[in-house]
DNA sequence: CATGAATGAGCCTTCATTCAT
DNA sequence: TATGAATGAAGGCTCATTCAT
């Protein structure tokens, strides 16, 4: 390993990176399928060869590109709960989660959540990675629903699993609404006028009758 | 007149036909933006000119196939109440909705409406003809609501219209579900589940705790 | 030749008639190239198929198109000179006779002058036609020259036809001017004044009459 | 730097010149809407892509070519009159510039000159540059005109502006009619031939000197 | 005569990928 | 590593002409 060839490492490196955040504001201000080879490699004042030193493929940089957005979308859940006194009602720190979604997604962006909402109906892309990032969502969405249930505050006959499941996919048909309503869509309250919808069902209570 | 062809024209509209159920058949089996007109009119076995003979564009087929997908999904809705006795619960008659809906777009066909969903999100096709359709489905939503309240099966704080809103927009959301999750996914019994689990909330009851 | 006979003829001409008045009227509202067969049997309201029954080609229709307007351009010079006492000085026949031909060709319309120019200088169109058609103004053009040579009131070194031949060049040369300076360009004013200047040249030395 | 590639960089200014070259000549044989972005890749034996790495738009390359053409032009213009000696006739000037003018053009070739003649009338060229150039050819018009007027030699009752308008439309009379009677036409006898007469009504009257 | 469906070459442009330098 | 010229298939669409009815 000789000096020159660290420089060489650290500047390719440097190309890489400059590819990579040009395909990023792209993806942030664009269509999915407005972004082309030419005009992240113009950006990044790099040549088209060097895309291809770098990148097996526009497709394979689309890859690490959600695999982030899911990264930074995963951050700052995990020590929420804590940031809550013990008394808090479980309902009042599911919705205060729910802003927190809502409030990370619309930092993000809308133009790069619509573009993750229409890769994943598209197909081009991995929706491996997207699927690993609702892990910690799902993770905190169950987390929430035991404390609901351990405290007597939630009831259900549904298995905890399937119950989460339900409402990730409340919070992402809320997204999706978004993706297709923005501009005329108010995110955060809509979807905490949902969850408080979806959640009433959960409140424990002294009635009787059961739905078939 | 006897040069009007009554043969040609019986000919021409199979040619328009064949056209048709190609782009049909394509439109199912790829995705959206796959479909060329090179690829329709090949596997049509007919000319480009000839396309543009009976479709002004590639975008106006599309429309036609979606308009057609949208026609069939409204027709059946209409009488769909008068069927039910009137001592049905409401909550019954509401998920065997979500039931017939859900059916409904079964048969249709997966591949047409996750077609249909990206290309909301995709913007590129008309939302005109989606949004007329919901129309009829919010229809059938409100009138099932305000059959429950006026009965004094549901109760709720939140204007109708808003309720309704809610309600399509989960409606949307596990069909958008479906379209990513599609085959592992069991479309009809997790909307039913899911709506059993927004109904519920809406039930009539004796608890005082409102939340907020 | 049966009545039914003499019935067809007469709607075919009828036919072709529409087809030509439809021609002609896209020849003068749009350019040569925007003009399509398409465009003509749709404005006439009759097939394509007719189209190619009555003409041979598109070519040949415009070629019709042409002569037609060339014989309108000559109807009316025939008797022009006549018009006027034998005392009118020739440089005052000469200029109203360049004030007759501006009205006519923009009474004849811009749009079909244009045309016309544009197709003889792409030579998509026959020249022969438009040929024809100069040479009655060049008949014109030398009956005055010669009444003012021999009235003693121009004078030249160059021959008759020479002569003729370049104010014919002027004519058309203004002409062109309109065509690509419209409508910034006042036809009839410039091309006065350019003939003005012209026939001063030939004016013999010792004659004082200064036009108007 | 020795990825700097200086051969490719040859190679490549090679096949961008093959392109010109071809489209150059097919602009010259061919009638300007009759060349394609396929002929001309055909002719320089290069592929399609290869086009537009080369130049943005089929336009884009007839753009340069009418530029080159008006660049070529504008040349030899600038120090025309200083060649000659002060006490040459106004008049001799005046022609030896349109003689000049003629050769240049012909020079060029008429291809191209009809080519632009016919853009400008077909308006699908910009006009910009070709406007640009004459300003050149305006400016020596006006001069000798003025030097004419200031030498005694010509007498006008025209504003200058006006009247070199007036000469300009008569060049580009000329030219026009050498593009449609092309090669019937000769272009720097007739040229000449047209100026004499014009001139001839600018002189001074008591002037004896008769041009040759 | 009239019809209009059918043709297919042609149009300009885009773009992911390759490879000699 | 880096370059960027070169590729060529593919994209949607136009249009003069033909021909079976």
Chains 1, 2, 3, 4 share one sequence.
Not at 94 to 100: N, R, T, V
Not at 152 to 168: Q, V, Y
Not at 175 to 200: G, Q, V
Request: hydrophobic content about 35%; some cysteine.
């Amino acid at each position: 390993m000789t000096y020159n060839g660290e420089k060489r490492k650290i500047k390719a490196q440097y190309t890489k990176q400059k590819i990579y955040e040009s395909a990023k504001e792209l993806f942030a201000s664009e269509h999915y399928n407005d972004i082309s080879v030419d005009s992240i490699v113009k950006k990044a004042g790099v040549s088209k060869g060097s895309f291809y030193v770098h990148y097996a493929s526009k497709e394979a940089l689309v890859n690490f590109l959600i695999e982030d957005y899911v990264a930074k979308i995963d951050t700052d859940y995990i020590n929420f709960i804590h940031t809550f006194p013990k008394e808090t009602p479980t309902e009042e720190l599911f919705l205060s989660l729910i802003a927190k979604i809502t409030d990370l997604l619309m930092d993000i962006g809308f133009d790069k959540i619509q573009a993750l909402y229409q890769g994943q109906i598209t197909k081009n892309l991995d929706t491996e990675t997207v699927t690993s990032h609702n892990r910690e969502i799902y993770k905190m969405f169950s987390r929430l629903l035991e404390r609901g249930i351990e405290r007597g505050e939630f009831k259900t006959d549904m298995p905890l699993n399937i119950l989460t499941k339900h409402l990730m996919m409340a919070m992402r048909g809320i997204t999706y609404e978004w993706c297709i309503r923005y501009p005329n869509f108010d995110y955060k309250t809509e979807a905490l006028t949902h969850f408080r919808l979806l959640l009433k069902g959960l409140r424990e209570r002294n009635t009787i009758h059961e739905f078939k």
